[in-house]
């Protein structure tokens, strides 16, 4: 409960700070969400470049939504940048007219992903990496609801709640999206290795 | 594969991270921008009042709200007069102090204590005033008005300490008869007629049957040393409030020779004079 305080006091705190325009609070904002929203963008566009020029966007956006107080549904800092993400993703789309191209682009080896491991040893490693990109291979193929709530539960560890709040549905539908999402993920997954 | 090991492998892909020269450069970048939109760095007065909201947004369930407010309204009241005991007469924060100092009155509930209290904080109101008029570099023709003012502060607070200290010697005078009851003989029914030692006419009429009937069942030498010790300590209880008497008479005259000294512009030693005053109704208290 008290956590629970500590961190509504703290989200609240940095967004008024932002709204005053401190730069510092932009600069902590982006600290410590950059990566996630990376990640976010990166698994659903599939391209390093894009992915690193939308999440530039994306932070820009999200100050200047808070600037003009036109984002006031979203209730935390966290939410208000997937939401922003989310909408950039889908100029994104809008932009290059399909997504064929962003399937595809997983794969290619000259935008493997930076996978950072520590203390393990090599064949474990390979291992590892052979199932990581098999997974990786197989997450542009899930519907877009399917991969944004994979993506943000078991990538990004949002809570249920978060999840609900970006997505804009309620906690019991998140639960069987997810549950649905899962398993289709992973029968793609399967299918793969049996071939 | 079960859904554990799979979601453990999803988990990995948490590792997954932007390049650090791009996320450096990036973070370059984007300040650059943002701070040519006006962004700034926040004063601590707005951070402070920032912090205050937030935490009064983040507690807005009723029940930690009535908490902070029972918090603060505490606090305030036990340690405000504190915070602000160092600010002198002629500071802006002034007001502040005397409402803390009011505040901390109202927690008080025996009135002794808190005439007492009063009395104390307008004895230190009046002495802080003498050493702010006693520094030449306040008092100059620059700042009459405010020393006018301070003047007529000045004249108030000793009316006031004197006001607690005479509503002391009344409550302890009435003390004083109460007492006398115990202090004076019994006559052979039990009854006992109060007349106290200024000779007043007696005003309570009390019966000492319930102690005569307990003495006597426990025989002669108990209701001896229970006579005795009733009038010795009613005895005690006499001279304690017939000394706190004396005090707060001899109070109020030094409070007098203050104000007389101040008067003739002797602020120095007006000043050790309520600081004298102030010692007094200390060791009253």
Redesign the interface.
Known sequence: MAAN??K??KD??TL??LK????????AV??NH??EI??FV??KIGRKEE??DL??MI??KA??HI?NNSLEDAKTLRALLYKVARNSIVDYYRETGSKLRVTSSLDDEDNR?????EGINPQDKLD?EA??EL??SKLPLLKEEYRDV?IMK????LTLEEIAEISGKNKGNVRVLLHRA?SA??EL??GSEKV | ?T?RD??T???????????QA??KS??E???T???N??????SIW??LV??F???A???VRPA?ALGIFALVLIMGSLFGNQVFSNVKPNDSLYIARIISEKAKLNTILNSDSRDKLAAQFATQHAQEISAVLADPKFNNEQNKNQVASLTVSFNQEISTAKNQLSRLTVATTTDNSVVSIADNSKDNKGLSVATNPLGQTPNYITTSSAISTSTKKGGENIKGEGQTATSSSAGGATSTLLKADTSNSDTAKILDQAQKLFDQKDYDQAFNKLKEADQFINAAN
Request: overall charge positive; cysteine-free; hydrophobic content about 45%.
């Open positions: 305080i500590v509504k006091f609240k705190q008024s700070k005053s325009h401190d730069k510092e609070a932009f600069i982006y600290d950059v990566a990376y990640r990166y698994f992915a690193n999440t530039s932070f820009l100050w200047n600037q992903i930076e996978v950072v491991d590892r199932d990581l997974i990786k994979v078991f990538i990004n560890d899962l993920l992973k997954v399967e | 594969m859904d799979f979601i492998k999803l988990n990995s892909l948490q590792k997954t991270a932007p390049d791009w996320l990036n973070r970048l984007l300040l921008q943002i701070s939109s006006g962004a700034e760095n926040l707005k951070t920032i912090n909201f937030s935490l947004k983040a507690s930690y």
